[in-house]
């Protein structure tokens, strides 16, 4: 049986924003309490204020992702500290534009070490605490171009499709452990990765998602009975790929 949904736990990375503040709000709504992940404190004590004021805890934890050699440690001190967990949402990444000729070596590590690394190591710091209490679910956040390609979106598609082989593994591997694994794959999302100086699309972002439905996504996926699995769910705009 799950436990009653004001015990829930989750630690969500990327949390300031976008799809991460989105869905601190809807598991906020569902009575889960978060453990919030990502660069900024400031923007993180804004959403913990607004998770808050929904009536579960929150406590905030500013962490540089891209800091792969130390995260593996910092997610296991935090489920420490907030635990037990029962959710770990793996929203943090970076956008990244180029065609591949042109990419260099330190450009495509760093959407690797961001986009797949430090999943990776978020996933070996929170496992061996689920594995102690043989339940969880660990939800990663891909992307549609996992699996459709997309001139000068090379690496980033490269990251994601990785994210979903990472969780068909892990799901494999650690069902007998009783945790779970899922991928959630939106099309376009209207979030603030459009704005930044890694990418550079013009797109119309009134068609694309917003946060809040990819937000409801993986809630449904996170609150499945414990004996149902959703492998990916694959979220698009109407209008389908921009």
Not at 102 to 108: E, G, M, N, P, V
Not at 145 to 163: L, R
Request: with cysteine; glycine share 6%.
């Amino acid at each position: 049986m799950n436990p009653p949904p004001n015990q829930l736990r989750a630690i969500l990375t990327g949390a300031s924003s976008g799809i991460g503040k989105a869905t601190a709000l809807a598991f906020a709504k569902a009575g889960i309490n978060l453990a919030l992940v990502s660069r900024s404190l400031d923007k993180l004590e804004a959403v913990a204020e607004a998770v808050r004021a929904v009536g579960v805890e929150a406590q905030v934890y500013p962490l540089d992702l891209a800091q792969v050699e130390i995260v593996q440690a910092k997610l296991k001190a935090i489920a420490e500290e907030f635990g037990p967990i029962d959710f770990l949402v793996n929203n943090a990444g970076i956008g990244y534009t180029n065609l591949l000729s042109q990419t260099s070596l330190a450009d495509w590590q760093q959407v690797i070490n961001l986009n797949l690394t430090s999943v990776f190591q978020c996933i070996q710091g929170v496992l061996p605490q689920m594995r102690q209490r043989h339940q969880g679910t660990i939800i990663n956040v891909a992307s549609i171009a996992a699996h459709q390609a997309f001139p000068e979106w090379g690496v980033y598609s490269v990251s994601k499709a990785s994210i979903i082989a990472l969780s068909k593994t892990l799901a494999v591997e650690e069902r007998t452990n009783g945790i779970r694994v899922m991928t959630i794959s939106p099309g376009a999302v209207n979030t603030p990765i459009w704005d930044t100086d890694t990418v550079q699309a013009d797109f119309n972002r009134e068609a694309m998602l917003t946060p809040e439905l990819v937000a409801r996504s993986i809630l449904h996926a996170a609150l499945l009975p414990q004996q149902a699995t959703i492998e990916e769910i694959t979220i698009m705009p109407s209008g389908g790929a921009l």
